[in-house]
């Protein structure tokens, strides 16, 4: 089992900057794939930004130059800094984790709860 803790979602102004963190226990962390997907009202759950256990990442177009996922792995946290943020960043953000077996084959999802990140003026 995979609990993820998300924090630092809020409100931020257009062309502001926010920090989500997702804090990962119960599996070994080194051996996960993560990433950060936010849904919208009336919008399916898209894919933000993932990040493999060795570092390599991808983003969703519209982010790319403005987000970036990096992970600690001393702190078992995956992180997306967002830049010069949009209205049209607005939406519940999760952390997704999925372990990889010895093979890098993913055994499973877990989802954290979702942190609100809303962009307004």
């Known amino acids: 089992q995979v609990r993820l803790v998300e924090s630092g979602g809020g409100l931020v102004q257009p062309g502001g900057s926010l920090r989500l963190s997702c804090a990962a226990s119960?599996?070994?962390?080194?051996?996960?794939?993560m990433g950060w997907y936010r849904q919208a009202p009336g919008n399916e759950r898209d894919m933000v930004a993932t990040?493999?256990?060795?570092?390599?990442?991808r983003y969703k177009d519209c982010v790319k130059g403005r987000f970036a996922i990096f992970r600690d792995s001393e702190k078992n946290t995956v992180y997306l800094q967002m830049n010069k943020l949009k209205p049209e960043d607005t939406a519940v953000y999760y952390c997704?984790?999925?372990?990889?077996?010895?093979?890098?084959?993913?055994?499973?999802?877990?989802w954290g709860q979702g942190t609100q990140v809303t962009v307004a003026s």
């Open positions: 119960g599996s070994d962390f080194r051996a996960l794939f």
């Open positions: 997704y984790a999925n372990p990889r077996d010895t093979s890098g084959r993913g055994t499973g999802d877990y």
């Open positions: 990040i493999s256990s060795y570092g390599g990442s």
